[in-house]
């Protein structure tokens, strides 16, 4: 019997029978969590202690313990003879409530705070919320649209914000309005905080509406002032608990002025919203551990400043300053406190000679985050995020030659041009010309990169026969073309001058001119 238990326990507390059961799921019910309690660490712990989420070994993890040591201590009570009967029955039963108050305890998670467990569907990196958003995308688009045609514009002067930091984030956020006349305020608040009261100065009851990502609120009475209790109940990827502190300026974790979208249908993640108007910030966080953020520290947990938006990072993070640039990172992670600005600082002025994205020349001026490449990894979008005051890199060690090609792909995303040429354009953009094309390729070859990729805009499934027969036919053509195509675009740049047609090239992008090919457009250029 002990060899059997103690092959099943090994089983069961090994990392193959947990990564085989990890995609297995009834209902909500994810199997592997039942293999969380014959395991000490966290699925998938590190062999060190990971510079953002915290050690492995966590408060849930101790209940674990706990509740295994509860467990055999009841065997024992109960294989054990006693003189007074009812000395053992009183201790059994008090043993049992406390194991299974742990068992519920772990089971329920209450304590649980690695967010990262492998590649479960609860897992933030894998769990972003497409179907939620698809499911009520009408709704939202509705909403946008009452704003538009219904509501007057108004701003945020002052934010007044109380954050605690424990399983879960809780918070009350104070708003002072600039044009405390309206009957209808409507605020932009993700949906995974549950509001609890909204209240005026007086601390009057404010009726309002949760609508998805955002509050729709009519004051009885007008007031300058409102105050926001809510709470977070069940995000995955920003989130607060008792070792971390993941909140980017640019998710919505308290009410923002005005409509938001919050979710990106072109990318199918998280929208990355940069465009906020500067308000007054105080912030007060209680948490465990040390938390940094864009705002002047003026006391160990209080933050205060004027910003477009704010940025909260906490766990195990370190503030240094080298070479004058301000660095916040995680030195457990294996993250060096280094960016190459002056790299940076040159692409930038590059990329601003072309186009008007007005990407920073001074990065001295401006706070680094450094933060867990998790972000990047589930949200490409994010590997580089920019603010007046400060820059948020997702990355172990971030470079500007990725980091800037994955920002400028970003804000190119929105104009309706096909994204190869987008990609080919931002990679001469930050890289020059090949100098070696000296020959112009034959127009017969890349001639079939625009009848091909009408193709791949159509669903395969709508396909006729004979489109079907030149789609898997031409596959291998097309893709030489493509190489043929960067050559036309060199060869173009070597002739005409690099800026001149790159200009060319951005303005054909800005424009969406749909009327003309963009191989035609580069091919006669002159």
């Known amino acids: 019997m002990a060899y059997v238990l103690i092959t ?21 019910f994810e199997v592997a969590s039942i293999l969380d309690l014959f395991q000490i660490t966290a699925p998938d712990a590190r062999f060190a202690a990971d510079g953002v989420y915290g050690i492995p070994l ?13 467990l055999l201590l009841q065997v024992s009570i109960l294989r054990t003879k006693f003189s007074n009967k009812n000395i053992k029955r009183v201790t059994a039963s008090v043993i049992g409530i406390v194991c299974l108050s742990l068992f519920v305890s772990f089971s329920l998670k209450a304590h649980h705070s690695v967010k990262y467990t492998g590649d479960r569907q609860s897992s933030y ?21 009452d704003f538009t045609s219904n509501y007057n514009e108004f701003q945020v002067e002052e934010y007044s914000i109380n954050i605690q930091a424990a399983a879960n984030l809780k918070a009350d ?13 409507l605020f932009t608040l993700h949906h995974s905080y549950q509001i609890n009261a909204i209240t005026d100065k007086a601390g009057r009851t404010i009726p309002f509406t949760r609508a998805y990502d955002y509050i729709i609120i009519e004051p009885r009475n007008h007031t300058d002032e409102i105050n926001f209790k809510y709470k977070c109940i069940s995000h995955n990827k920003y989130f607060v608990n008792h070792q971390n502190m993941t909140l980017p300026a640019y998710h919505i974790y308290y009410p923002r002025a005005g409509f938001y979208h919050v979710w990106d249908y072109d990318l199918d993640n998280y929208k990355v919203n940069t465009e906020f108007q500067e308000s007054d910030y105080l912030i007060k966080v209680q948490a465990n551990y040390q938390v940094e953020s864009n705002l002047e520290k003026i006391a160990s947990d ?52 072309i186009t008007d994205f007005n990407l920073p020349m001074d990065y001295k001026d401006k706070d680094i985050f450094m933060t867990h490449i998790m972000l990047k990894q589930s949200n490409g979008a994010e590997e580089m995020t920019l603010f007046p005051d400060h820059i948020i890199l997702s990355d172990i060690q971030p470079n500007p030659d990725a980091i800037l090609y994955n920002h400028l792909i970003r804000e190119l995303k929105s104009f309706q041009i096909s994204d ?4 080919v354009f931002v990679k001469k ?3 020059g010309a090949n100098r070696e094309v000296r020959k112009k390729p034959s127009y017969e070859t890349l001639a079939i990169i625009d009848k091909y990729e009408k193709l791949l805009a159509k669903n395969y499934y709508d396909f006729s026969e004979e489109e079907r027969n030149f789609y898997d036919e031409a596959e291998d053509q097309y893709w030489m073309a493509r190489d043929e195509f960067t ?18 090239i951005y303005e054909y992008i800005k424009n969406e001119d749909s009327s003309t090919s963009y191989i035609d457009l580069i091919f006669y250029m002159e």
Do not use: C, H
């Open 173 to 185: 956020a104070t708003v002072k309005l600039d044009n405390p006349e309206l009957n209808k305020y």
């Open 125 to 145: 990196m894998n769990n972003p919320e497409t179907a939620y958003y698809q499911e009520n995308r009408a709704d939202i688009n509705a909403i946008e649209a």
């Open 420 to 423: 190869d040429l987008k990609g």
């Open 429 to 431: 953009l930050l890289y």
């Open 302 to 353: 209080t933050f205060q400043g004027k910003a477009e938006s704010v940025s909260l990072f906490g766990g195990f993070l370190e503030r240094v300053e080298r070479d004058g640039q301000s660095y916040i990172y995680g030195p457990m992670s294996g993250q060096r406190p280094y960016f190459d600005t002056r790299k940076a600082r040159e692409l930038s002025e590059k990329v601003n000679e």
């Open 8 to 28: 099943v326990f090994t089983l069961f507390g090994s990392g193959y029978l947990s990564n085989f059961t990890q995609n297995l799921s009834i209902a909500n």
């Open 487 to 504: 050559d036309l675009l060199d060869y173009q740049m070597n002739v005409l001058g690099e800026e001149y047609v790159l200009k060319k």
């Open 58 to 70: 966590e408060l849930s993890r101790i209940v674990n313990i706990l509740f295994w040591l509860t």
